[in-house]
């Protein structure tokens, strides 16, 4: 994470520092620029705590501190190129922080909505997907009625903004529990999406759709299936990416829509090159799937992972090979390699671990080896 915390560094937040006071003649930001050189042992995150927070210092020193004269002050920066990059994160969050501080007195007319506008603005110069999460957290269903109309705007960034910050599962972002609490909230975006001509919008749809299948399965299946039925020539790729996790999880629905239904199979393997691995490491295994049946049969084929964990107990984790058609009668055979290696998302412990094949969700030939760290 060392090179990600540099993404704001001492040279843009001065920068930025900058570019506000040349936005606001007159104004000091002096809390931004010592803030700058506060930066060496935080994370991205922090930066962007930190940075806000000193934001918030120097608007309310400003003659008229609050969120009209913050917004007022960034719409003017964003006339300079410089006004780009990671610094936008907390100038995004200051100005989610200044409208929700406004409150529901007589001075917060508007203020709501235009910090929404705000970040439609800014999410092309970095996107607002983190900072609009306190948004949709305080009023769902009067943010989703602002970002409803984003789906129609012509810079796919503010499109994609509306599928990508209301997304269940959005890495690096809070939760809104309200987006989970009530799945089909959102499928009104993503309606309006899933046909949109970038690929850039249309992977956040897919990426949407496949946090929604967390807690509404049977909503995604749904939804993909009404999708199918009035799709485009990116429609299929979409509806494949959004069920990935389910085809993984073999959920019969899932398989069903995309063509993957049972079959008559007679499944050879899998056979590992070796039986026990040191990390770091690599197993390699192969095997033969045949059709036994008179039909054709459209086949998603994965493998299986047993992890050891630290307690003794073994937890699956499932990866994809792809998709395949066999004749009736076909036989295919298949070679793969897995590697082994300690990562920050997960660490490897000693002892018998398993691989198993998973055919349109059946699977095949649990097999055991053994790791060694």
């Not at 060392?2 to 900058?18: D, H, S």
């Not at 200051?94 to 999410?123: K, R």
């Not at 009104?188 to 929604?212: G, Q, T």
Request: proline residues 6%; contains cysteine; charged residues 20%.
């Amino acid at each position: 994470m060392g090179v990600m915390n540099e993404l704001i560094n001492r040279q843009n937040v001065e920068m930025l520092a900058r570019l506000l006071a040349e936005a606001a003649p007159g104004s000091h930001w002096g809390h931004v620029a010592a803030a700058a050189a506060e930066l060496d042992e935080l994370s991205l995150r922090a930066r962007t705590d930190k940075i806000s927070a000193a934001l918030l210092a120097d608007i309310r020193l400003l003659p008229e501190p609050g969120f009209p004269t913050a917004a007022r002050t960034f719409r003017t920066a964003l006339a300079s190129a410089g006004f780009t990059g990671w610094i936008i994160w907390p100038v995004s969050e200051t100005a989610v922080t200044l409208a929700l501080e406004t409150g529901a007195g007589p001075d917060s007319a508007g203020a709501f909505e235009d910090c929404l506008a705000l970040l439609a603005e800014l999410t092309p110069r970095l996107t607002g997907e983190f900072a609009i999460r306190r948004l949709l957290d305080r009023d769902l269903v009067r943010s989703l009625r602002v970002i409803q109309g984003w789906t129609g705007h012509p810079d796919e960034h503010v499109r994609r903004l509306a599928s990508e910050g209301t997304r269940p599962y959005l890495p690096w972002a809070v939760r809104v529990p309200g987006i989970v609490l009530a799945p089909a909230s959102t499928i009104p975006v993503l309606d309006a999406l899933y046909r949109d001509p970038s690929d850039f919008v249309r992977r956040s749809v897919a990426n949407h759709l496949n946090d929604v299948a967390r807690h509404a399965p049977a909503l995604v299946v749904a939804t993909a299936e009404r999708w199918l039925a009035a799709p485009d020539g990116n429609t299929a790729s979409v509806v494949r990416h959004g069920l990935r996790t389910m085809i993984k999880n073999a959920h019969p629905g899932a398989l069903a829509l995309l063509g993957f239904a049972p079959a008559s199979l007679a499944v050879n393997g899998p056979r590992l090159d070796r039986n026990s691995v040191a990390l770091p490491g690599e197993l390699a295994f192969d095997f033969e799937i045949s059709n036994t049946g008179a039909a054709d049969a459209r086949l998603a084929v994965d493998y299986v992972v047993h992890y050891m964990k630290a307690n003794g107990t073994t937890s699956p984790k499932v990866f994809k090979i792809g998709a395949l058609t066999l004749a009736a009668g076909e036989t295919r055979s298949v070679t793969k390699r897995h590697a082994f290696r300690q990562m920050t998302t997960r660490v490897h412990h000693a002892g018998v671990h398993a691989l198993e094949l998973q055919i349109n969700g059946i699977r095949h030939g649990h097999t055991e080896f053994q790791v060694q760290v």
